[in-house]
């Protein structure tokens, strides 16, 4: 079993619908929690990131984090054809490790128009 | 530079030979992170450096790898004797410190081991 979780998708939505891209996790010694997103041929760009459990919004995004059931969640409200991309949950867990990030598989998200 | 820079951008090499693939991070960023992205994966760790050092490689999967950041900028990321395995995009990041939660990505190198 991965460490990380997530859907691979693909996920096909219209434009302006409320996207849910989730992960779950077994290490309990994860302490931060982060959402990245990656265009095709591109690297991955930090959408956003959170240390504890509870919503984080930025925009029309939400992450969510829920530490006792190991479940993170990023939801994309009012979508566009320009969120289409791979998104990636990634977490870490500080300390001496702090650099070493795990990420989930990456979910394919295509909006259309 | 304006981004973390990786070169070459792709790489076809034969079985069993040796490459280098090179990161030059933000200028600044003392953290610099290597991982390895497979095709419909996410990307997996293997080495960071904080400054000069490297502070994990874990992530190596065995002795083939070897990365090098010998002034505290630049890295090479060095595979000896590459199998058709090996082939991925490499992808290098930088951060502040590596305690930023910010790490800048590069496009990567596609490496394709024929």
């Known amino acids: 079993q991965k460490e990380v979780e997530q859907d691979p998708g693909p996920l096909s939505v219209p434009e302006g619908a409320i996207v849910s891209l989730n992960c779950t996790y077994s290490n309990s010694a994860f302490q931060y929690f982060m959402w990245y997103r990656q265009y095709s041929r591109k690297g991955p760009e930090l959408l956003m990131y959170t240390y504890s459990s509870g919503n984080k919004e930025d925009g029309r995004f939400t992450a969510q984090v829920d530490k006792s059931s190991k479940y993170i969640s990023l939801f994309i409200r009012d979508s566009q054809p320009s969120d289409s991309a791979t998104y990636l949950c990634a977490m870490g867990e500080g300390g001496t490790s702090y650099g070493k990030l795990t990420f989930g598989q990456g979910t394919i998200l295509t909006v259309h128009p | 530079g304006a981004g973390v820079s990786q070169t070459p951008s792709n790489k076809v090499t034969e079985k069993g030979k040796y490459v280098e693939l090179r990161c030059d991070p933000i200028s600044g960023h003392t953290a610099l992170y290597w991982y390895r992205q497979s095709l419909g994966q996410g990307p997996e760790f293997l080495i960071y450096?904080?400054?000069?050092?490297?502070?994990?490689d874990s992530g190596l999967p065995n002795d083939r790898f070897f990365a090098v950041r010998p002034e505290g900028s630049v890295s090479t990321l060095k595979i000896q004797r590459t199998e058709r395995g090996d082939s991925a995009v490499y992808l290098c990041a930088s951060s502040l410190q590596a305690g930023s939660t910010e790490a800048f990505f590069g496009q990567g190198t596609r490496l394709t081991v024929v």
């Open positions: 450096f904080q400054g000069t050092g490297a502070a994990d």
